[in-house]
């Protein structure tokens, strides 16, 4: 589908950076799946091999859940309301369109980045490492790469609302966007 002046209704007006694109994951799958069967019809079993082993790791559908969960409207934009200068608040934003199925695939992706970050738990006074780490900000939780004990100049944030998946550089940036979007 194109874009359309309603797409932009989540996107801040002072943007000093915006690309915007709709992207039919499903038609993309499809189209592959069908290359494989007609170019090299023995790898199919191959890929739905390797896609039935991702779902089980992930624990949930690609099909079913993942591609109904998330619709084509893909934005990346930096606005200088979040704070920073031109391209250091980057936020990349996915249309949801089943709040319901993205939030499940959204707390199954979080708990298994906790899981895969490699902080020292052993004391809570005197953690070390690499953590996520989850705050509640005007409703929503937002998520954010940790390091503790060395100098890393980002944060990778996350967060979804029922409209959009959001990825930022850092928690700053989301949190202006989830205030944009509140206002």
Known sequence: RGLTAKD???????????ASFTLDVPLVRDTVTTLI?????????????????????LG????????????????????????GLFATSLTFA???????????????LMQMLDGFLPGDRS?????RGVFLEEREFL???VYFVNTIGDDVPVAPAFCQTDKQLLISLHPQALKAHLRFLKE
């Open 37 to 57: 069967e007609q170019v090299q019809p023995g790898l199919m079993e191959n890929y739905q091999a390797i896609e039935s082993q991702v779902e089980n790791d």
């Open 8 to 18: 932009f209704n989540q996107i801040p007006a002072d943007c000093d950076f915006l």
């Open 94 to 108: 996915v249309e949801v369109t089943d709040a319901e199925k993205a939030d499940k695939i959204f707390t199954k």
């Open 123 to 127: 004391n809570e006074y005197s953690r």
């Open 60 to 83: 949930f559908s690609i099909e079913d859940e993942f591609l109904q969960a998330y619709g084509q409207q893909m934005t990346v934009f930096d606005s200088p309301a979040a704070g």
């Open 139 to 141: 409703g929503h939780k």
